[in-house]
């Protein structure tokens, strides 16, 4: 697993700790939806709908002060306005991969900052 989540810029960004649980969680959350969704659409290669689902992650990632898979959803959403659907399979897993790391870095976070 790749450190993804940057808590220094989380607390710099939002003035405390205390609502990184909150936030982490809504990320978890939503994750579900968002793989079913992106594997539909890669399915079928739904460019439009698959650079909406782009942008919603990079805006979570931001979110949880995962700046630099933020930035590599960034790069995916402006390369899809010129991809086909054969040059978006390792795109896709890349993406996938990144999600991953990332909800394997959020439980360990959330269990560190959890009330006891």
Partial sequence: MTRQI??????ETFGELDIFASVASAFLIQLGPWQFAMQKHTECFDGAELNRLVHKMKSACYAVSAA??????????????????SDWPPVYARLMALIKDIEAEL??????VAPR
């Fill in 6 to 11: 940057d808590i220094a810029l989380f607390i």
């Fill in 68 to 85: 630099g898979a933020a930035a590599e959803f960034d790069q995916a959403e402006a390369a899809l306005k010129h991809m086909s659907a």
């Fill in 107 to 112: 439980q360990v976070l959330i269990a560190s």
